[in-house]
T-cell receptor, first 112, second 114 residues
Framework: TQLLEQSPQFLSIQEGENLTVYCNSS?????LQWYRQEPGEGPVLLVT?????EVKKLKRLTFQFGDARKDSSLHITAAQPGDTGLYLC????????????FGKGTSLLVTP | KAGVTQTPRYLIKTRGQQVTLSCSPI?????VSWYQQTPGQGLQFLFE???????NKGNFPGRFSGRQFSNSRSEMNVSTLELGDSALYLC?????????????FGQGTRLTVV
């Protein structure tokens, strides 16, 4: 059973467009992380959110944690080809020893 | 600080064989977790080791095992390999605190079972 559902699964856009990726669950998480992964490499941590309603910005990327700490979104403004990759959300819960539960990811392709 | 190092990067094994993968965590990180990544299932948690003890385990068969050494380095072993074990195996290290701490991943070991 997948605890975290990500949508969309695939996204192909042109350079300069905006996009939003969603990460939803029926479970409450202590924290939620977003990673970006390139083919054949390990995931690279982008951000961690821990407080319900929290918003964090990383250059053109905006991350939001839902008020109930069950969902999160990642918004990219003016996407660039360098943003291409697999975006993964991962939640941690205290009752499972903070092991990361991953969504299946959103594969983003940004074309020039 | 050096990142998480996994060796080897690539492995090809035959069905029925066993394999050992290695992970060296970031200096000062005492927790090491292992994950399996496949196109169909995504990233799935295998187990976590801290202070040479397994303290958390995912839902994988007993063919998957691991251990941690006193220097926090960890190894993962898969016995009696099956074709379905072909995957990217990822190791993540983190500091240990009272609650959640961030995990940092290595580049992974790509295992192909033929």
């Amino acid at each position: 059973t997948q605890l975290l559902e990500q949508s969309p699964q695939f996204l192909s856009i042109q350079e300069g467009e905006n996009l939003t990726v969603y990460c939803n669950s029926s479970s409450v998480f202590s924290s939620l992380q977003w990673y970006r992964q390139e083919p054949g490499e390990g995931p690279v941590l982008l951000v961690t959110v821990v407080t319900g309603g929290e918003v964090k910005k990383l250059k053109r990327l905006t991350f939001q944690f839902g008020d109930a700490r069950k969902d999160s979104s990642l918004h990219i403004t003016a996407a660039q080809p360098g943003d291409t990759g697999l975006y993964l959300c991962a939640g941690a819960r205290s009752n499972s020893g903070y092991a990361l539960n991953f969504g299946k990811g959103t594969s983003l392709l940004v074309t020039p | 600080k050096a990142g998480v190092t996994q060796t080897p990067r690539y492995l090809i094994k035959t069905r029925g064989q066993q394999v050992t993968l290695s992970c060296s965590p970031i200096s000062g990180h005492r927790s090491v977790s292992w994950y399996q990544q496949t196109p169909g299932q995504g990233l799935q948690f295998l187990f976590e080791y801290f202070s040479e003890t397994q303290r958390n385990k995912g839902n994988f068969p007993g063919r998957f095992s691991g251990r941690q050494f006193s220097n926090s380095r960890s190894e993962m072993n898969v016995s009696t390999l099956e074709l379905g074990d072909s995957a990217l195996y990822l190791c993540a290290s983190k500091e240990v605190g009272q609650g959640f701490t961030e995990a940092f991943f290595g580049q992974g070991t790509r295992l192909t079972v033929v």
